[in-house]
């Protein structure tokens, strides 16, 4: 069973739009950890956010902000005036000490593509 | 700080033939070092766990005989592919995990292009 899931697997828009990335996650701890990660063409992970489960104040930075929602077990991530320098692979990814002995678990990925 | 390097960030081999590809942390001590593959157009699958001087612990379904890891010191992890095949081309990433920092940080290297021809 996936244990996150990104149902987009690929969502296009127009520059200057906004954009929001879904990510449901499953787990039977209290404690774990939400991660978003951006994949650029050139392949190299880069870390944007990491959330701890008693933490469901929502972030922003920048033009970039997530929504952390225990409730609906959700974690989403909104780009505010999309730029195409934002295409890429997004992956939200879990971790916790239970069920995944605190290695990281990854859900399929969404692919951004901001055209001009 | 925090930085991860791979070596080599691309190669090329032929079929059955063995080849390392290196993850180092460059300015941290690890004593957990993680191993990714990602095949086109799909997501980070973990492939072992590797803990400094001991054994590393592969995942369900990865032939630990074929994808060998040693992780010597606290700052070096290799993955051999021995006897590589065309289906083992694909983007291998590494992993590591500072003593000090709580169980979840992770810090990623830029990532191993492998193509079996």
């Known amino acids: 069973a996936q244990k996150v899931t990104q149902a987009q697997t690929e969502i296009s828009v127009v520059e200057k739009e906004d954009v929001t990335l879904d990510c449901v996650y499953e787990?039977?701890?209290?404690?774990?950890?939400l991660f978003w990660y951006k994949q650029p063409p050139s392949g190299e992970l880069v870390f944007l956010i990491r959330?701890?489960?008693?933490?469901?104040q929502n972030e922003i930075s920048g033009r970039y902000s997530w929504n952390f929602q225990k409730s609906t077990s959700s974690f989403n991530f909104t780009i505010t005036a999309s730029q195409v320098v934002d295409s890429a692979v997004y992956f939200c990814?879990?971790?916790?000490?239970?069920?995944?002995?605190?290695?990281?678990?990854f859900g399929a990925g969404t692919i951004l593509r901001v055209k001009s | 700080g925090a930085v991860v390097s791979q070596h080599p960030s691309w190669v090329i081999c032929k079929s059955g033939t063995s080849v390392k590809i290196e993850c180092r942390s460059l300015?941290?001590?690890?004593?957990?070092m993680f191993w990714y593959r990602q095949f086109p157009k799909q997501s980070l699958m973990l492939m072992a766990t590797?803990?400094?001087?001991?054994?590393?612990?592969?995942e369900q379904g990865v032939e630990k005989d074929k994808f060998l890891i040693n992780h010597a010191s606290l700052t070096l992890s290799t993955l051999t592919v021995t006897s590589a095949h065309p289906e083992d081309s694909s983007f291998y990433i590494c992993?590591?995990?500072?003593?000090?920092?709580?169980?979840?940080?992770?810090?990623f290297g830029p990532g191993t292009r492998l193509t079996v021809t």
């Open positions: 992993s590591a995990r500072p003593p000090q920092e709580l169980l979840y940080e992770q810090y």
């Open positions: 787990t039977r701890d209290t404690t774990y950890y």
């Open positions: 959330r701890n489960s008693f933490d469901e």
């Open positions: 990814a879990l971790s916790d000490l239970m069920e995944y002995g605190n290695k990281l678990v």
């Open positions: 300015d941290f001590q690890a004593t957990t």
């Open positions: 590797s803990n400094e001087g001991s054994k590393a612990t592969y």
